[in-house]
């Protein structure tokens, strides 16, 4: 039976797919000798994208039902898209393993392959052990290689979100220390995991009173 990649990726977790779509617009973008006309133009995939991850910084930020209903409507979307240029990549590289992995997608039941991680659990926000330190506690994830997380304060109704910071996976989650922080200032925190195959979903903020 000749291989093929996955064509169906209606199931993977919001940042997961935005991550699996940028890589295979940027995949097949650099293998035209194989990719010479995709059907659908990666102006379509690139156009999608954009209006998903549009889409994602709104529910993000506000997540209310309507931005909620709207992120879920470009996921269908995005994932129609990558379904097109998926049939199209296996109908072009006619079973050739290297030609598939070129293109960024993921190849049909390889036995044990890695799979993007899931959404870290149990997520707490504790004081550190010394004045201005926050601790940022969680599960660890099977096969995560780091975690990334933000810090952010609360601005007119609206979590404000700084930069993507990330820890290295450990044995002790409990080494992930915040310095310097701001005293008698609420802080909120969110997180997710992240290994080669790609990126969780960010954990549900929780916060507490730096002190």
Same mark, same amino acid.
């Given at each position: 039976m000749k291989r093929q990649v996955k064509i169906n990726y209606g199931n993977y977790r919001d940042a997961e797919l935005g991550y699996l779509a940028s890589t295979v617009y940027q995949a097949?973008?650099?293998?035209?000798e194989f990719f010479a006309e995709p059907n659908p133009p990666l $102006?379509? +995939?690139? /156009? /999608?994208? $954009?209006d998903y991850n549009e889409k994602m910084q709104f529910t993000n930020r506000? =997540? &209310?039902p309507y931005d909620s209903e709207s992120k879920n409507a470009s996921k269908r979307a995005l994932v129609d898209v990558l379904r097109r240029l998926a049939f199209y990549v296996n109908t072009t590289c006619d079973g050739v393993v290297h030609k598939l992995l070129s293109s960024g997608f993921r190849l049909k =039941? +390889?036995?044990?392959e890695l799979t993007a991680p899931t959404t870290p659990t149990r997520?707490? +926000?504790v004081d550190g052990e010394r004045s201005g330190e926050l601790a940022l506690l969680f599960d660890s994830v099977n096969k995560a290689s780091e975690y990334e997380y933000q810090l952010g304060t609360m601005v007119d109704g609206e979590i404000a979100w700084g930069d993507i910071d990330s820890f290295r996976h450990?044995? &002790?989650i409990r080494n992930n220390i915040i310095p310097n922080l701001t005293r008698a200032v609420t802080y909120y925190a969110r997180v997710r995991a992240r290994n080669p195959q790609g990126i969780s979903d960010w954990s549900e903020p929780v916060s507490q009173i730096a002190r």
């Open positions: 097949i973008g650099e293998n035209v $102006a379509e +995939l690139e /156009a /999608a994208i $954009a506000k =997540g &209310s =039941g +390889l036995p044990g997520v707490r +926000l450990g044995r &002790s």
